[in-house]
């Protein structure tokens, strides 16, 4: 079994997805969750590949997210580790099956919708993801009805789980995404 990589992750999630809003989401989770691995030390292109397959199973299966990932990668060679930290991402959201337990899965449950809200951001700014800071993102973080879809319970819950500090954890968004601004069109 290899080691997953960030061209093995496209190569997969090319597979199953079509949808390009899909691919830019998986984009902004793979940034983010880089820069989450450089704060803690880890493999960084190893959490890139996971942020960039979480959502593996989403268009095929909107409705059983995360039920359909060990089915989907399983073939593919990928480790029974790497499904299960790419499962937890739903737990108890679509699934009660895997508990984030490790960092990486931790991290790829709080940046999971928080991607949501900077990328949000950066669309009505000017300059984007350019010279974003920290105290503005906070700002939209905490009025409900901008980028109302992505769930602060679920971000805060991941931030917990971390034990991190909130602002923490945005500015790794905020890091990671801008890092990778062109390819994210911000």
């Known amino acids: 079994m290899s080691k997953l990589t960030l061209d093995r992750a496209k190569e997969i999630l090319a597979k199953h997805t079509t949808e390009e809003h899909l691919f830019t989401h998986a984009a902004a989770v793979s940034a983010a969750m880089g820069a989450m691995a450089d704060h803690f030390g880890a493999d960084k292109e190893h ?3 996971i942020g960039y ?3 593996v199973d989403y268009e095929k299966y909107p409705d059983e997210h995360c039920h359909h990932v060990r089915e989907l990668l399983a073939p593919e060679g990928i480790s029974e580790e790497d499904i299960q930290t790419i499962i937890a991402h739903g737990w ?3 699934t009660d099956e ?3 337990s490790t960092d990486i899965a931790k991290s ?3 940046v ?3 991607t949501g809200i900077v990328q949000a951001y950066a669309l009505m700014r000017p300059e984007k993801m350019e010279g974003m800071e920290l105290k503005s993102l906070k700002k939209k973080f905490k009025d409900k009805r901008f980028a109302a879809k992505c769930s602060r319970d679920i971000i805060k819950q991941g931030i917990d789980m971390l034990g991190m500090e909130p602002g923490e954890v945005m500015q790794c968004c905020i890091d990671g995404m801008t890092a990778h601004r062109e390819e ?3």
């Open 108 to 110: 790829l449950f709080a």
């Open 112 to 114: 999971d919708e928080l």
């Open 47 to 49: 959490w890139e590949a």
């Open 92 to 94: 108890g959201i679509t």
């Open 53 to 55: 397959l979480h959502d």
């Open 184 to 186: 994210l069109g911000l």
């Open 98 to 100: 895997v508990e984030p």
